[in-house]
């Protein structure tokens, strides 16, 4: 009876589990290097808001503060899946060197990288894609990176 219980709570737990979460991430600084915050949006496939999450992450350089807010995501989107993890930011030289198009020439990257990779493994599928800055997920995030500047950081789930 105990173990048909425990075997009862893990199934209905993994079925609570999303196959699919699309992660919108944005990291910048106020001058570069100069002040870093990061703002990150995680949606289900089929676009619902699962959590939004920003906050300042001290000195640091634009592409440091990219690496930083697709790590963050990375450790949100562990919450809700260990399956597939679609990537989207408009750094198209993050993009690439998570693709292996560019390589590393920068330590303290390679470092970041490093941890990305890392995180990945939690996960069976993860693809990073370039976007516009205009994309609505994007604009979205880049919105919460300037409220953490201003002193307003966001960590909630849901649609709120």
Not at 143 to 156: C, H, S, V, Y
Request: positive net charge; aromatic residues 6%.
């Amino acid at each position: 009876m105990k173990m048909k219980m425990l075997s009862l709570i893990a199934t209905n737990k993994s079925s609570n589990r999303i196959n699919h979460v699309n992660l919108f991430t944005d990291g910048g600084c106020r001058g570069n290097p100069g002040p870093g915050a990061i703002g990150v949006i995680l949606c289900s496939h089929e676009n619902n808001v699962l959590h939004r999450f920003s906050e300042c992450i001290g000195q640091t350089t634009n592409n440091r503060a990219e690496y930083n807010a697709i790590i963050r995501g990375l450790e949100l989107c562990a919450k809700y899946t260990r399956r597939k993890v679609t990537c989207y930011s408009d750094s198209e030289l993050v993009v690439k060197q998570l693709n292996g198009v560019f390589r590393l020439k920068n330590d303290a990257l390679r470092k970041l990288f490093l941890e990305v990779e890392r995180l990945k493994a939690m996960f069976d599928d993860v693809t990073f894609q370039h976007t516009r800055k205009n994309n609505q997920r994007v604009k979205e995030a880049d919105k919460l990176l300037n409220q953490a500047f201003e002193g307003r950081p966001i960590d909630k789930q849901g649609n709120q």
